[in-house]
Nanobody, 121 residues
Framework: QVQLVESGGGLVQAGGSLRLSCVASGRTFSTYSMGWFRQDPGKEREFVGAIRNNGVHTYYASSVAGRFTISRDNAKNTVYLQMNSLRPEDTAVYFC??????????????WGQGTQVTVSS
């Protein structure tokens, strides 16, 4: 069992930056690929990006590529989402998720509770 806790959300003006963190419980964090998703009320959950367990390979949705960066620190059981050049359309609840299989959107077995990001225009 893996428990995930996100933090770092908040209110920011358009063009600003935020860094989200997701801390995982357990000793096997380094074996999991990690993903970030977001969801706005009334919309489907959207894939934001993912990082393989070794931290070498990352993947991004086209809507955030070049603005967002995913990284991880396996020694701290933490994955990060650095968000730059934020736009109002980035407003959503952001979730981290863990997968022992891969980075496909249906592969994630564990989810955090989410953290709200609001970008004002």
């Amino acid at each position: 069992q893996v428990q995930l806790v996100e933090s770092g959300g908040g209110l920011v003006q358009a063009g600003g930056s935020l860094r989200l963190s997701c801390v995982a419980s357990g000793r096997t964090f380094s074996t999991y690929s990690m993903g970030w998703f977001r969801q706005d009320p009334g919309k489907e959950r959207e894939f934001v990006g993912a990082i393989r367990n070794n931290g070498v390979h990352t993947y991004y949705a086209s809507s955030v590529a070049g603005r967002f960066t995913i990284s991880r620190d396996n020694a701290k059981n933490t994955v990060y989402l650095q968000m730059n050049s934020l736009r109002p359309e980035d407003t959503a609840v952001y979730f981290c998720a863990a997968s022992s299989h891969g980075v496909g959107r249906s592969d994630y077995e564990y989810w955090g509770q989410g953290t709200q990001v609001t970008v004002s225009s």
